[in-house]
């Protein structure tokens, strides 16, 4: 069974960090597609941010280039991506979810719907 599991979601003011992680299980993530996505309230859901697992590729969204890092511990014993967000704005509060997509494609990994395993959301509510 197919499990992703986000944390490290909270409050914080204007320009302050996050960090959130993500830890994924019963899937092999090696060469997939791993994204970060946010929906805000009353807004549809968005991609932030996406790596190839174990590869050099990755993408971000305009919004968050420069302010926001993904990254990965491939190590033998996890499996885990991280959202390192810094100078966060308060409209960069929402629900960010961690996803799980197909083998590496390159602008098919920006796409929502090509992510088949989701997990329930961490929330970031930022404060002026």
């Known amino acids: 069974q197919v499990y992703l599991a986000e944390s490290g979601g909270g409050s914080v003011q204007a320009g302050g960090s996050l960090k959130l992680s993500c830890t994924v299980s019963?899937?092999?993530?090696?060469?997939?597609?791993m994204g970060w996505f946010r929906q805000a309230p009353g807004k549809g859901r968005e991609g932030v941010a996406g790596i190839e697992f174990l590869g050099d590729s990755s993408w971000y969204a305009d919004s968050v280039k420069g302010r926001f890092i993904m990254s990965q511990d491939n190590t033998k014993t996890k499996n885990m991506v991280y959202l390192q967000m810094d100078s966060l704005k308060v409209e960069d509060t929402a629900m960010y979810y961690c996803?799980?997509?197909?083998?590496?494609?390159?602008?098919?990994?920006?796409?929502?719907?090509?992510?088949?395993?989701w997990g329930p959301g961490t929330p970031v509510t930022v404060s002026s």
């Open positions: 019963g899937v092999t993530l090696s060469k997939r597609c």
């Open positions: 996803a799980a997509g197909p083998s590496w494609s390159g602008a098919l990994c920006r796409a929502e719907k090509e992510y088949m395993f």
